[in-house]
Nanobody
Framework: QLQLVESGGGLVQPGGSLKLSCAAS????????IGWFRQAPGKGREGLSC????????NYADSVKGRFTISRDTAKNTVYLQMNSMKPEDTGVYYC??????????????????WGQGTQVTVSS
């Protein structure tokens, strides 16, 4: 059974950093694109970043470009989201997601069909 488990969320001060992990089981990253999304309180789900199944393509939303970096460790079947220079507007529940696409990825949620349970990130002083 395909499963995604996020971890690494928490409370961080503005300007600080966090690194989220998305551990995948029941499938290998070689055949799935992985995306990171977040949902802020009272707002819709926002696509942040994605990485293709071959690891060669990444995309970022303008709101996080230059601050967030997506990476993956195929040996651990895990995808990461390094978040730097964090802002209060980065607060929300962060989700990772998987879609069975080869060689491409998207930050649109319709692209994906498996979702993790989410991890809370709060940016506040």
């Amino acid at each position: 059974q395909l499963q995604l488990v996020e971890s690494g969320g928490g409370l961080v001060q503005p300007g600080g950093s966090l690194k989220l992990s998305c551990a995948a089981s029941g499938f290998t990253l070689d055949y799935y694109a992985i995306g990171w999304f977040r949902q802020a309180p009272g707002k819709g789900r926002e696509g942040l970043s994605c990485v293709s199944s071959n690891g060669l393509t990444t995309n970022y939303a303008d709101s996080v470009k230059g601050r967030f970096t997506i990476s993956r460790d195929t040996a651990k079947n895990t995808v990461y989201l390094q978040m730097n220079s964090m802002k209060p507007e980065d607060t929300g529940v962060y989700y990772c997601t998987a879609g069975p696409f080869i060689g491409e990825c998207s930050i649109h949620d319709a692209f994906y069909d498996h979702w993790g349970q989410g991890t809370q990130v709060t940016v506040s002083s």
